[in-house]
């Protein structure tokens, strides 16, 4: 998460504007990339289906590659 922050630091320093001049665009939900900057915009995965698969898979004793639904969330940086 620290990263994220610190991302945000640079950006303020440099004084571009997130969304207009940069954008920000993160992997997996959180509440604080909700609310920092107004919301990061963010590509996330549905993590209960990830485990109830991954579960399924284990108990199936089964290898194999899966597509795991995800959902991109727009807000203001971009």
Do not use: W
Not at 5 to 20: A, H
Not at 23 to 43: M, R
């Amino acid at each position: 998460m620290h990263r994220i922050v610190g991302l945000v630091k640079k950006i303020r320093q440099s004084k571009l504007e997130v969304g207009q001049e940069v954008g920000i665009l993160s992997y997996n939900e959180n509440p604080l990339k909700e609310v920092l900057l107004d919301g990061i915009t963010v590509i996330s995965t549905d993590f209960v289906k990830l485990g109830r698969t991954a579960a399924d898979l284990i108990l199936k004793r089964e290898r194999r590659h899966v597509q795991n639904p995800f959902e991109l969330i727009v807000r203001k940086s971009l």
